[in-house]
C-alpha cells in the first residue's frame, strides 16, 4: 500500500500586491506634499489668462491689494521704501526678476506707478503675474 505524502508548501511574500501598495504610499506622499506648498505672496484676486506660466526662477513679489496696500513678498512697505529696498536687491543680484500681482480692481495707474518704481530701482526683469483660465 502506498501511503500519499501531503507536501507542505513553504510560505512565500506576494510581491505585486506589496508593489501596489508601496505604488499608492507614493502617490499619496507625492499629492500630499505638493498641496502643502508655500505661495510667497498675499491672497489677491488677479486678473486671468490662458497662455499664463510659471517660472521657477529665483524672483521677488511686489503685491498690490484692491485697497491700496503694498507688499514686497510678506512685508508691508511704502512706495519709498520699496524703492530703496528693490535698488538694494537688484545691487546683491543684477539679474533678479520681480513679479507683479496687483489686483484686478486696483487702477491701471497704480500698477504703472509701481513699475516705474522697479525700473527705476535698475531692474528690468519684470513680470505681471496672472491667474490661469482654463478653457
Not at 501598495?21 to 505638493?34: D, K, Q
Not at 528693490?86 to 546683491?92: A, E, F, S
Not at 495707474?109 to 513680470?127: F, N, Y
Amino acid at each position: 500500500m502506498k501511503i500519499k505524502r501531503e507536501f507542505i508548501r513553504r510560505p512565500r511574500i506576494e510581491m505585486i500586491p506589496l508593489i501596489d501598495v508601496v505604488f499608492l504610499l507614493l502617490v499619496f506622499f507625492i499629492y500630499s506634499m505638493l498641496s502643502m506648498t508655500i505661495h510667497r505672496g498675499l491672497p489677491v484676486n488677479l486678473p486671468t489668462a490662458s497662455t499664463s506660466m510659471v517660472d521657477k526662477e529665483a524672483f521677488i513679489t511686489i503685491t498690490v491689494q484692491r485697497d491700496g496696500g503694498l507688499f514686497l513678498d510678506d512685508r508691508a512697505v511704502d512706495t519709498h521704501t520699496l524703492s530703496s529696498l528693490l535698488m538694494q536687491k537688484r545691487n546683491k543680484d543684477p539679474d533678479i526678476q520681480v513679479y507683479l500681482r496687483a489686483d484686478k480692481d486696483v487702477s491701471y495707474q497704480r500698477a504703472v506707478e509701481i513699475m516705474d518704481l522697479v525700473r527705476s530701482a535698475g531692474i528690468h526683469k519684470l513680470a505681471l503675474e496672472t491667474q490661469w483660465e482654463e478653457r
